[in-house]
T-cell receptor
């Protein structure tokens, strides 16, 4: 089955810096890669996603890149702000299934 | 702004008691997922349904957990008997899987979760 690895587990940056979180997946048949943000005590919220027919997608300060050959995808946050502090989860969906397999999460701390 | 709702938000119970968690998916969504989140295991998929039919419950301990969808607006997750190791936050998520010609839709939207503590 699919396995998703996520790095780093924690990431501390200064406000205004960029943050990059990386994930690798094992199954080349996976075709959908969402990123979720989870604030303390809250639900995971979908912030951006990318499909396997696209290499990059951007939405204001966040972007996701996908390298299908290497089977990895990354979340990029530019001009980080304290409210970006949260746990970020990547996930992958296999073509033949509905379910998502999640990474272990990255705790991002943005210091003012 | 349509959202997935879950009840109760918090539940404290004693070991051996039955626990029932409820989820109302977003109206019109046809796929429902149950996840469990712990610090040690992260987000684990327990079971999911499409059009109320169970598609996969391989992540669920069968001897004590059961998941059902009595109707399109209600999904339930039951634990009987509960154990301390079941303490976790249980999330429900819903999504809309469209026929292929309508274009694929994979997004899942999470409910606020039920924080379960079993003493």
């Amino acid at each position: 089955g699919e396995n998703v690895e996520q790095h780093p587990s924690t990431l501390s940056v200064q406000e205004g810096d960029s943050a990059v979180i990386k994930c690798t997946y094992s199954d080349s048949a996976s075709n959908y890669f969402p990123w979720y943000k989870q604030e303390l005590g809250k639900r995971p919220q979908l912030i951006i996603d990318i499909r396997s027919n696209v290499g990059e997608k951007k939405d204001q300060r966040i972007a996701v890149t996908l390298n299908k050959t290497a089977k990895h995808f990354s979340l990029h946050i530019t001009e980080t702000q304290p409210e970006d502090s949260a746990v970020y989860f990547c996930a992958a969906r296999h073509t033949g299934f509905q379910k998502l397999v999640f990474g272990t999460g990255t705790r991002l701390l943005v210091s003012p | 702004d349509a959202r997935v709702t879950q009840t109760p938000r918090h539940k404290v119970t004693e070991m051996g008691q039955e626990v029932t968690m409820r989820c109302q998916p977003i109206l019109g969504h046809n796929t429902v997922f149950w996840y469990r989140q712990t610090m040690m295991q992260g987000l684990e998929l327990l079971a999911y349904f499409r059009n109320r039919a169970p598609l996969d419950d391989s992540g669920m301990p069968k001897d004590r957990f059961s998941a059902e969808m009595p109707d399109a607006t209600l999904a339930t997750l039951k634990i009987q008997p509960s154990e301390p190791r079941d303490s976790a936050v249980y999330f429900c998520a819903s999504g809309l899987v469209l026929p292929p010609l309508a274009g694929p839709s994979y997004e899942q939207y999470f409910g606020p979760g039920t924080r379960l503590t079993v003493t």
